[in-house]
């Protein structure tokens, strides 16, 4: 069973959510969590939170209905260099950031700009998760980019929402089990993610469960790369300073 979940939207991310951080926290308790993270969209997104809206989070409280909290956000990536749509001296004080590409903010590139836009953007303050670059709309080079998420320390997200029938960033299936394969090969830890906006899927990763459960009968996907069952690892890998990973 999942101990968290940190790829997951409030109202401040529009999209019509209209529930607070308390409405996911206790979502989060009645789910069994122990961790929430909350990771609202950047300031590109229509209707998101703005710069100030972002600054303010890290004064949050740390404790919510009895679940430990994590305050975030979902950078979108802006171009193919890379460029986020948040500034780095409001990053640098957030407990992580999810990098990830949409259509409203970048038109789909080819195969190496896709893949150069999300290695650039790690190089941001606080990145330590690839959000849904299962998209078929965005096709990536999964081994370059499980390089580059080795050397940046870096997790790769399974994203739930992408999994699920009926999804709109198509048929993720073949993507993912071809990025679960190259994280096997880099030794890069992965995350399973609800990509929650609002409570009703917050900690749902059945489907990311049963694609995992598959790879690891076909190609022996070690649960040591998991990063989803064990709090105290996850914290340890977030916190480790990007600049100083000798």
């Keep these: 069973m999942i101990q968290l979940d940190v790829h997951t939207h409030s109202i401040s991310s529009g999209h019509g959510t209209a529930c607070t951080i308390a409405d996911m926290a206790k979502a989060a308790k009645k789910q069994g969590l122990s961790l929430l993270g909350i990771s ?28 430990r909290m994590l305050y975030g956000v979902e950078l979108n990536i802006l171009d193919y260099s890379g460029r986020v749509d948040l500034e780095q001296g409001i990053l ?21 700009e896709n893949t150069n836009a999300y290695i650039g953007a790690m190089d941001q303050p606080k990145v330590r998760i690839v959000g849904h670059c299962d998209d078929v709309k965005f096709p990536v080079d999964y081994k370059a980019l499980a390089e580059a998420a080795a050397a940046h320390h870096v997790m790769l997200e399974i994203n739930n929402s992408s999994i699920m029938p009926g999804g709109y960033r198509g048929n993720t299936i073949e993507n993912n089990i071809q990025m679960l394969y190259q994280c096997m090969r880099y030794e890069v830890p992965v995350l399973l993610s609800s990509d929650s906006h609002g409570p009703k899927n ?16 076909v190609f022996g996907f070690p649960d040591r790369l998991v990063m989803s069952y064990d709090i105290d690892r996850f914290l340890d890998y977030i916190r480790i300073d990007r600049f100083d990973r000798s």
């Design 202 to 217: 917050v900690g749902n990763v059945k489907g990311s469960e049963i694609l995992l459960n598959a790879c690891r009968e």
């Design 40 to 67: 609202d969209h950047g300031p590109a997104t229509l209707c998101a939170g703005t710069p100030s809206y972002f600054k303010n989070l890290q004064m949050a409280p740390k404790m919510r209905c009895g679940i």
């Design 92 to 112: 640098s004080g957030m407990d992580y950031a999810v990098i990830s590409m949409h259509t409203k903010n970048i038109k789909p590139g080819n195969m190496l």
